[in-house]
């Protein structure tokens, strides 16, 4: 069964970066597809980034902020999120997508502060 | 990106009540659609995918239906535990999330 954690900072600096980690137990990251999702305080759901096998698309309003990688030893992806400011201020979720199905798991969250 | 609507934004209904959450994607999404429940301080909970296909262990008063850009999520009986913000997404082009509808207690 697969199962996924989020790790990073909580409060972070405006203008700093943010990295983010994902790590995966029971599952492998070359197939599926694999996400970043963000949840500001009160608000929807938001794609921040998707990578599949090697590839990696962008939310297009990160306007190139974002990066999104996997390690080699397939057990964990990472978020960086450069020029950050209060909007980045969210829940971030790591998630599971199986092909033709929805994101059926999901870690439990990481709250990030943008604040100086 | 593909544009996804949902209507109601906010329902109010009591236990046992039939309830209907409209979902409208601003271009054809080919099936590719699903529905989230969300509690406060959750992660989001995979409910129905490709439109219709109830995801294992989900209640079977939970439903999905529609086609092309339009898409209904409904609970036959609501039941205590369904109050809750549901969210449709569309993952045949990049993928969105509709804003919420939130269902609430009357």
């Known amino acids: 069964q697969v199962q996924l954690q989020e790790s990073g900072p909580g409060l972070v600096k405006p203008s700093e970066t943010l990295s983010l980690t994902c790590s995966v137990s029971?599952?492998?990251?070359?197939?599926?597809?694999w996400a970043w999702i963000r949840q500001p305080p009160g608000k929807g759901l938001e794609r921040v980034a998707i990578y599949d096998a090697g590839r990696v698309t962008y939310n297009p309003s990160l306007r190139g902020r974002a990066t999104m990688s996997a390690d080699t030893s397939g057990t964990q992806f990472s978020l960086r999120l450069t020029s950050l400011t209060a909007a980045d201020t969210a829940v971030y979720y790591c998630?599971?997508?199986?092909?033709?199905?929805?994101?059926?798991?999901w870690g439990q969250g990481t709250t990030v502060t943008v604040s100086s | 990106d593909i544009q996804m609507t949902q209507s109601p934004s906010t329902l109010s209904a009591s236990i046992g009540d039939r309830v209907t959450i409209t979902c409208r994607a601003s271009q054809i999404v080919n099936n590719w659609l699903a529905w989230y429940q969300q509690k406060p301080g959750k992660a989001p909970k995979l409910l129905i995918y490709k439109v219709s296909t109830l995801e294992s262990g989900v209640p079977s008063r939970f439903s999905g239906s529609g086609s092309g850009t339009e898409f209904t999520l409904t609970i036959t009986s609501l039941q205590p535990d369904d109050f809750a913000t549901y969210y449709c997404?569309?993952?045949?082009?990049?993928?969105?999330f509709g804003q919420g509808t939130k269902v609430e207690i009357k």
């Open positions: 998630a599971r997508h199986v092909y033709g199905r929805g994101m059926a798991v």
């Open positions: 997404q569309q993952y045949d082009n990049n993928w969105t």
């Open positions: 029971g599952g492998s990251l070359s197939n599926d597809y």
